[in-house]
Structure formats: C-alpha cells, structure tokens
C-alpha cells in the first residue's frame, strides 16, 4: 500500500525540501513568545505513520492522563485497513477511520475528526491525576473535563489566542518537515455498516466508485508555542524534538492539509456527557 510521505514526483517515500515563503506584516502575528512544556514523544521506529497519535498522546499526557501511544491505537483509534480487489485500491475514509497501520511504512493517516472521537473516548476511558503545575503544564484540576474539539478551519492566530496563550496546546496537520504538499495517491472508498468488535472488523462493508485523493507528505504535530520569528512544535517525525517553523511556511504546509487541528477545552460536563 501507500506510504504517507512522497517526493516532489508524488512517489512514496521520497524526500522533498520544505519551502520558504515571505514574511507576512509582524503587526499581523502575536506580539509576544509562548512555548508550553508538554511531554515529547518520538514516533521514530515504531510507529513509523503513527503521528496524529504520537502527537494526541503528547497531548493527553501534559494533561496529566496515564496512558502509552499503544494503549491510545489500542483502545480509542477507529482503525480500518486498505484492500485490493480486481486491480482496485479500496480504501476508509480519513475523516472517519485511520487508513492503514500506524505501526507500518504502509500506513497512511487520518484526519481532525477521527482525532476528536478518539481523544473524547480516551477522556472517558483513562485515568487523570493531579497535573504538577511546576513543569508548566495545564490544569491541575484533578477531576477537570476536557472535550475535544474540531478546529479546521480557524486562522492560526485565532488558535494561538484561544488556545496556546491560555496554556494549551493544539493537534495541527501541516507537511513532513515542512515539504511540499504532493497530490496523491488515490483510492476508492469503502462504506462501513456497523463495527465488529474488538477485531475492529466490520459487519457489512460496500466497496463504492468514491474517489478519494490524499494529499501526501501530510503529517501532524504538537503546537506548543510561537515567537516572532515563528511557531513552535512538538514533532515527533525522525526524532525532530521541539522544532520552531517560520510562520508562513506554517501557515502554507496547514492550510495544504485543510487547515485541519483539534482542540480540547474545559468543560463543567463530565466526559459521559458529550459521544462525539
């Protein structure tokens, strides 16, 4: 199957330089510099296009939830795989299922609103305790209620403002080291009746004539901060560590992948609460 990431010939697997792209006016951007400590996990090795769930682990964890990367794919990501038939890619829809295997190169990715279901079922699911407040971290509320939120869309400032400078970071798509963007690959997709289980097989399943078209190199991050010079992330491609990139390279590679990002925001409502 297809890999995640592409070169420039929308190949997968190549690489590709990231680009630069002129400064927008400064008065435009926060005046000011945040960067929030949240823990930094690697997807290096093991979960090699498992990045929406390195990234919402980072998350979870800096909220003080006890839970690993594997028990997250485990127990909260809806997961359905690719198949052939007739010389025919059939595939999930992203924005209802992660495509492929986090744990394989061959594994593709998933969009903002499988993120927000699995973050709200891993808020229901895994334990909270007490936040030590002295690492920087969020709430220390221990019974605090968190649900996530579908942020697509929302200008990069408005994220910062909303979010980053009330010490919270954000699950946001952009592109592998900031690259280009490459259209493709493409497949059919597959309609899913019902969930078989723990197997995570469906019931019934229709292969349909839906094209669907990734947009490749797609990646997903941890933001954490910003300053003038740029936006700050928790990237766990390759081992990146907290890695700062220019604003409007940011603002280029985020709005190639749909200008997707999640959320999470207090709320007095306990987790059983909401089902999204």
Known sequence: MHSREASVTGRPGGTAA????????????????????????????????????????????????????????????????????DGITYGPDPRKYFCGDPYSEDGMGCYAPVIVKALNKAFRTFPRERVDSAVGAGPDEADAAFKAVDESGRPLEELIAEYI?????????????????????????????????????????KFTDKKFTWVSNEHCML????????????????????????????????????????????TELKCEDFNS
């Not at 090699?48 to 990501?77: H, N």
């Open 165 to 205: 400078d009330n010490g919270m970071p954000v699950v946001f798509w952009a592109c592998i080291n900031m690259r280009e963007p490459v259209i493709g690959p493409e497949w059919l997709l597959t309609d899913y009746a019902g969930d078989g289980g723990s197997d995570r097989e469906p019931i019934n399943k």
């Open 18 to 85: 990231g680009a630069g792209a002129p400064e927008h006016d400064p008065a435009a951007r926060p005046r000011s510099a945040k960067l929030i400590n949240a823990p930094y996990i690697s997807q290096r090795g093991t979960y090699p296009t498992g990045c929406e769930s390195v990234s919402t682990v980072m998350l979870l964890q800096y909220l003080g939830y006890k839970l690993s990367v594997d028990d997250f794919i485990s127990e909260c990501l809806e997961i359905k795989e690719f198949e052939e038939r």
């Open 223 to 266: 933001l954490v901060g910003y300053d003038k010079k740029g936006c700050w992330f928790n990237d766990p491609y390759d081992g990146n560590g907290v890695i700062r990139y220019p604003w409007d390279t940011v603002r280029a590679r985020h709005a190639a992948q749909h200008s997707m990002a999640v959320g999470v925001k207090r």
